[in-house]
């Protein structure tokens, strides 16, 4: 029975293989895809006392002509390696001392969506290397600037602005807060200045 | 360190009471089981080999009581055997964890990705002091270990002079050992802990009591001020740039504890936990770009200028 129906449906079985082989090629690209195995890059670049980049910008405001904005993004910003990484030195280099886990104390806090000198990699870059006033100090030429981007982009996971498989899942110590992962994506608002810094 | 590979760091070459227990105890397990092998192997050609009256051995009772009889007794044997090493590696195993006294000098060992920090206790807090990747132990004399871990689990296993244990994370263990004879004993993590757990070893350095003596005083001390010009030079590089982010020197302002304590750099033999001779030229390797010699260290490469390098060179070979 089995020899009479392939006999009789030859030409249909034809099809039925080529239909299949497309069907295990279009199934093999999809799962294939998602096989992008993340890099882990050791030759960082070197520290140097000035920041390498162009200057960030806060505002669009200028005198003259408009500029189109021209906006870097941080090369850790989808790399877990990078992300833990820069966790790690958040607290390594007492990040966590002004801070805190993020929820702020001597310093503002930097897991809700409020941001004084800007969201944007490059913003939060030049607040690390070159300071902000009233205490923020510079680290420029301190921390090498591979190690600020990772930084950079744990300070972003912390308010959920970057994917949620790249942010954090654990702490190395005691749980203090809920994970960078679990964090919602807060939509970054331009906070005024802190009455304290207006004075100066 | 080409001398230390030449000599023996097996298992099979103990330099330690505890080793030797160790030792002692797998030479009798290994003597038994080969003379048990070869019984065996014995029995089984016998077996094979002897010559078979097909229906006389189902019938001949005196045969079969014969084999009951052999069996039984080989049965017996081995239990009796199996129970002799239980209670002899029980034995060994209160051995090698009894309580010590009070003379046991104490150090603290905590594993790092990837590198050893040790610090030295004593009943005066200010005689405190931290090194790396070099235990020195005084020979004859038991040392008390506690061993931590602040990221992943390490293991501390100098296969000469003790045994391995493991340090964890938030679980502080313990462990003794003691060394019989001077002489310089490796030790490497012996638990896959990252990228570079091949690369963190250790020394382990027993000395007779009144050089140990004079060791523990010289890194008691802080780091001398620098006097002469390329090191007076060093220090302000070292002070002003990336390299006071995580080590500390005694006696400067530098005391970030993430890194390895500088106080004594060049007092130790190698650098970067037993992976490079501590030589000027491969310290300064080392210094501009750590990631070529062990890829995925924390140490970020720094590209200092040639004369601020030179200078930081100067400063670093006066830490004795």
């Known amino acids: 029975m089995c020899s009479r129906f392939r006999e009789g449906g030859a030409a249909a079985g034809q099809r039925g293989r080529s239909f299949a082989a497309l069907r295990m090629t279009a199934g093999a690209v999809i799962v294939l895809v998602a096989c992008q195995r993340e890099e882990r890059n050791f030759s960082g670049m070197p520290p140097s006392a000035t920041s390498t980049m162009p200057a960030a910008r806060e505002s669009g405001l200028q005198p003259g002509p408009s500029v189109r904005s021209t906006s870097i993004n941080g090369p850790y910003e989808q790399n877990a390696y990078g992300v833990a990484q820069g966790k790690t030195l958040y607290n390594a280099f007492n990040c966590s001392g002004c801070h805190f886990q993020g929820g702020g104390g001597i310093g503002p806090p930097l897991m809700d969506d409020e941001w004084v000198y800007g969201s944007r990699p490059e913003n939060i870059f030049e607040t690390i290397a070159e300071g902000r006033p009233n205490g923020m100090p510079s680290f420029g030429g301190k921390i090498n600037p591979d190690q600020i981007w990772q930084i950079v982009a744990y300070v972003r996971s912390m308010s959920g602005l970057l994917r949620k498989d790249v942010a954090t899942g654990r702490n190395d110590d005691m749980q203090v807060r809920s994970q960078e992962q679990a964090a919602d994506k807060a939509k970054p608002v331009q906070s005024a200045l802190p009455p304290s810094a207006e004075r100066q | 360190m080409l001398s230390l590979l030449q000599q023996s760091h097996s298992v099979l070459n103990p330099s330690s009471p505890q080793t030797r227990l160790i030792d002692r105890l797998w030479d009798a397990m290994y003597f038994v089981s080969a003379v048990v092998f070869v019984l065996v192997v014995l029995a089984l050609l016998l077996s094979v080999f002897r010559r078979r009256d097909s229906e006389a051995a189902e019938t001949d009772p005196g045969q079969e009581r014969s084999l009951t009889t052999a069996v039984s007794i080989a049965t017996a044997l081995t239990v009796l055997i199996l129970f002799g090493f239980l209670v002899y590696d029980v034995a060994v195993g209160r051995q090698l964890t009894r309580g010590l006294g009070k003379d046991a000098l104490q150090v603290r060992v905590i594993g790092h990705q990837w590198w050893w920090e040790l610090q030295y206790r004593d009943s005066v807090a200010q005689n405190w002091f931290t090194t790396a990747n070099e235990l020195h132990i005084p020979v004859g004399r038991p040392v008390a270990l506690e ?20 340090l964890i994370p938030g679980k502080d263990n313990s462990l003794w050992l003691q060394a019989d004879t001077p002489g310089v004993y490796r030790g ?22 009144d050089s140990f003596a004079s060791w523990l005083a010289a890194q008691r001390d802080t780091a001398l001020t620098p006097t002469t010009q390329p090191a007076i030079r060093g220090q302000e590089v070292f002070l002003a740039s990336s390299c006071v982010m995580c080590h500390a020197i005694a006696g400067t302002p530098a005391g970030s504890r993430i890194g390895p304590d500088l106080t004594h750099l060049a007092s130790r033999r190698t650098i970067a936990a037993g992976t490079l001779p501590n030589t000027r030229g491969n310290l300064a390797g080392w210094i501009v770009n750590p990631q070529s010699i062990k890829p995925g260290t924390r140490m970020p490469p720094n590209q200092l200028k040639p004369a601020d390098l030179q200078a930081l060179l100067a400063y670093l070979e006066t830490l004795k």
């Open chain 2, 188 to 209: 490497q993590c012996a638990e896959y802990c990252g990228q570079q757990h091949a690369k963190m070893a250790f020394l382990v350095i027993a000395q007779r009591p």
């Open chain 2, 147 to 166: 061993l931590l871990s602040t990221d992943v689990i390490h293991s501390f296993w100098p296969p000469t002079v003790s045994q391995k244990r493991d």
